[in-house]
């Protein structure tokens, strides 16, 4: 009897243990996904805490929808897995938009637009242009817009988990560049001071990004659109993009 009550029990919190992890019915809740370790959009700050421009722009944006936010950190390769899988329900991590994606997602308008640039270790020249990878070996994560644009110049790809470990194997010779946003390599470079990696060439693309929901994700996307709408009316966009860059990227 003991053991049929014991299987009982077990079942039901293996149920609701899955329940949990497909995500919240609560419609004041609104869970992100995101990577954490991607400044200056999403990282932990000195107090431990989450922080980023992405992590703020999208919690201005449910403080507009009247939800509260829970973020699910998750590594960039596994953030649409996640959220197909209705671990969140949105994903605030620079998500680039490009044709394929808008085909798969439910995309927002963008909240930032940026350029894309190759970086090379300072003391390694001769890579400065995109066909300029081919025939080389690029850290990227794979599943990235910046994979894509590498692997299209003909860079063989080197699978990294995201820009921080990229630039490792950079440093330390096991690739030859790495293809990211301007506004990410910029931000590495002030804070870490690191001299021995370099800008050495633009992608010459324009990029921009948006938050990124399922097809099935009914009005949720109209409601994000909405509310970046009434954010950039109010300069709140404005403002906390010149916080992290010293200048409006969400235009």
């Not at 932990?44 to 509260?68: F, S």
């Not at 927002?108 to 995109?130: C, E, F, H, N």
């Not at 081919?134 to 894509?148: F, I, L, M, P, R």
């Not at 299209?152 to 080197?158: H, I, M």
Request: charge should be neutral; include cysteine; glycine fraction near 10%.
């Amino acid at each position: 009897m003991r053991r049929k009550l014991f299987a009982a029990v077990l079942a039901v919190a293996v149920v609701s243990g899955l329940a949990a992890g497909c995500g919240s019915n609560d419609p004041n809740l609104l869970k992100v996904g995101t990577e954490g370790t991607y400044a200056p959009f999403s990282f932990q700050g000195p107090d431990g805490k989450l922080t980023g421009y992405d992590v703020e722009v999208v919690q201005a944006v449910a403080g507009k929808l009247g939800k509260r936010v829970e973020f699910v950190q998750t590594p960039w390769d596994a953030l649409f897995a996640g959220l197909e899988s209705k671990r969140f329900d949105l994903v605030a991590n620079q998500v680039t938009v490009n044709p394929d994606r808008e085909q798969k997602y439910s995309l927002s308008q963008p909240y930032t637009t940026s350029d894309g640039v190759i970086v090379t270790r300072a003391d390694k020249p001769g890579i400065t242009t995109l066909p300029d990878l081919n025939g080389k070996v690029c850290a990227q994560s794979s599943t990235s817009n910046w994979s894509k644009v590498a692997s299209g110049a003909g860079c063989k790809v080197e699978a990294v988990e995201g820009f921080v470990q990229a630039i490792q194997l950079l440093k330390n010779g096991r690739v030859d560049a790495t293809v990211n946003d301007t506004l990410a390599v910029g931000e590495y470079t002030k804070t870490t001071s690191d001299t021995s990696v370099k800008v050495s060439g633009k992608t010459g693309e324009t990029s921009h990004q948006a938050f990124a929901a399922r097809k099935d994700s009914g009005a949720l996307t109209s409601e994000v659109n909405g509310a970046l709408d009434a954010l950039r009316a109010d300069g709140t966009l404005a403002r906390i993009s010149d916080k992290y860059f010293g200048t409006d990227v969400s235009k």
